[in-house]
């Protein structure tokens, strides 16, 4: 997201070609692409887990949608990058299957950890965490890995724990540390360098998942980070001022502007 550099989407959902209503045709469809088709999806998806839950708060029938989705990967088998999916597509099945939900332990409205965009000229490190919450009535012992989807030499996450038993309703909060190193180099894979007739504006980014195994389902977090290499370079002192006075611009035929001598 502009100005805050948060991980957007959250989810991706099925949104091409979509039968739709056609309006002025009775009980006709047209096929509809876009946003519009894929939202009522997900909307669908967060109604039968707020039936089959309806304790659950919003963030964690949210928590429950992205921690569930499936990894997806263009016809060439290369993973979509999370600044492309967000956690992945929509799996209500798993969803509702699952009883232990983790989100971002630091924000409240948060599912997915955002590092945000970071200049760096020397190798940074932080650490982050994840709440883990146990809504199932039995222990649960989850087993954690993390995973790079795109950036593997510019950042990465590692867990400070390998693994963490969950009583019945117990909620934990597990580390991990954010590892980045600004000679790494990241880029979405999937996304041609050229759009149409023009160069698409490249994202020096990196992200992947924290992974969860032994719950009912496997569940996971996305994380994204930003990263540009800050060259360690300062204007000197004093500065130089120039002797001569500039001279305001003048405007010749056509539209450039040159300096006057």
Sequence with gaps: VAYTSRLKPDLAAPGSAIPSTRAGYGTESIP?????????????????????RPTWSALEV???????????ANGDGIAYPESR??????????????????????????????????????????ERRVRLTNKGSQSVTLKI??????????ARMV?????????AGQEVAMPFRFEANPAGVGDDPTTADIQGTRFRP??????GQLWFHGGPVPIHVPWHAIIRALAPAHAGYPLQIAKE????????????LTAGH
């Design 32 to 52: 509809m692409t876009g946003t519009s088709m894929s939202a009522p999806h997900v909307t669908g998806a967060a109604a039968l887990i707020r039936q089959a």
């Design 62 to 72: 949210k928590a429950a949608l992205m921690n569930t989705a499936a990894r997806t």
């Design 85 to 126: 999916v967000g956690a992945g597509r929509v799996a209500v099945i798993d969803a509702l299957a699952t009883t232990v939900i983790a989100r971002n332990a630091s924000a409240s409205d948060q599912v997915s950890i955002s590092m945000g965009a970071l200049e760096l000229a020397a190798p940074y490190t932080e």
């Design 145 to 154: 890995t993390s995973s790079n989807t795109v950036g593997i030499t510019a």
């Design 159 to 167: 867990p400070l724990l390998n693994q963490i038993t969950l009583s």
């Design 202 to 207: 490249k994202m020096p980014e990196a992200s």
């Design 245 to 256: 006075p500039i001279r305001p611009l003048r405007r010749h035929r056509g539209c450039s």
